[in-house]
């Protein structure tokens, strides 16, 4: 499987971005796909989960209400809308993708948000 993301940038705080995942390879067997983040110094995060058909989503406490993850499984694509960005927001994205046993990386987005 293999992960290609786009849409990251810079925003001032208050702001919006689309961030989408392309997924190419063996995407039938893709279990879950989600993002995550990391900003300097910090740990990598989970920001929003979903599962293969979509019937299961979650979200990191810090974005709820502010961040949907939505998966278009026909185009093997997931997006993530960040609205009401906020600096404590910027950090590099990755798309991620669990085929039992093994997971999946891309190459990573960066988001900026300046206040």
């Known amino acids: 499987v293999q992960l290609v993301e786009s849409g990251g940038g810079l925003v001032q705080a208050g702001g919006s971005l689309r961030l989408s995942c392309a997924a190419s390879?063996?995407?039938?067997?893709?279990?879950?796909m989600g993002w995550y983040r990391q900003a300097p110094g910090r740990q990598r995060e989970l920001v929003a989960g979903i599962t293969s058909e979509g019937g299961s989503i979650n979200y990191a406490d810090s974005v709820k209400g502010r961040f949907t993850i939505s998966r278009d499984k026909t185009k093997n694509t997931i997006s993530l809308q960040m609205n009401s960005l906020k600096p404590e927001d910027t950090a590099v994205y990755y798309c991620n993708a669990y085929v039992w046993p093994r997971e999946y990386w891309g190459q990573g987005t960066q988001v900026t948000v300046s206040s």
């Open positions: 390879g063996t995407t039938f067997s893709i279990n879950v």
